[in-house]
């Protein structure tokens, strides 16, 4: 019995090692000295071929990308015409556009105020001190300042200068908290950029009582010698005119919700929207206020 299993091993050892052989020969054969089934000069003729082969398809792939890219301006999109007009944003930044603070507690209303101190550093003054990158454009609103085409090879352009002195009670810099502390919050809203873009003035004006607007040279608006925008490559200090918003007589312990639109053009429509949802409790604040009604 005990030869049988000592046969029966012996023979799986032997089948082992003849496998063994067939790999190794597989891998490497000295009698007809090919490596993988194939001989050097083989595998140098198809290493070649398929060398030759990829660099044929990376050469084309790369001349069809500079041919394309030959068509495209750096300085301005292609194609324009289907652009929708450019939109409008605010600060402070607000999640989900809710603006909610209790106007006795500085701590919730803290971080909107750091958002537009933030966001307003960069129209001081002494940040626009630099006569090579920026010039004054007017003191009151005029048309556009053409800067040449964005084609040209005039270098970059010169920025128009917007002081943030021009929002008055919503500079920041007579009221720290942007009338946050008094109930009477300040929206700054600007339109967002968008190359060669040229906003039109309305031919109507309307009015929304107990709302006050600060702009340049004390006007509502957004003055048309800022535009057109030039792009970062062109104009890479652009400083985008910016309207205050103050609203001065809000209904405390409800919520409001607000629709700001920007109007322009030859038949009034409106070239920018933004919905935003504002309550200010003065009772209480938390998940614990209650809110009665809705305007």
Known sequence: ????????????????????????????????R???????????????????????????????????????SAYK??????????GLSFSPYAANFDIIFKKDDPSSYEKYVNSLKKFIEQYNDEKQTDDMKFEDCGAIPKSYTERGELDSKAGQRKSC?????ELQDCSGQNDTTFGFKEGKPCLILKLNRMINFRPKPPSNKGKIGEIKYFGFAGRGGFPLQYYPYYGKMLHPNYLQPLVGVKFTNLTMNKELKIECRVYGGDRDTYIGRLLIRIIINNTCFGSHCKIKSKE
């Open 1 to 32: 019995m005990s030869k049988r299993k000592k046969n029966k091993t012996e023979d799986r050892t032997f089948l082992t090692n003849i496998s063994l052989i067939k790999i190794l020969k597989t891998l490497w054969n000295p009698e007809t």
């Open 77 to 86: 999109p292609k194609y324009q015409d289907r652009i929708v007009p450019s």
């Open 161 to 165: 200068r917007f002081s943030r002195r």
């Open 34 to 72: 090919k490596f993988f089934g194939r001989t050097g000069e083989s595998w140098l003729k198809i290493s070649a071929y398929y060398v030759i082969f990829y660099a044929f398809l990376g050469g084309i792939f790369i001349g069809t990308i500079l041919v394309l890219l030959m068509t495209l």
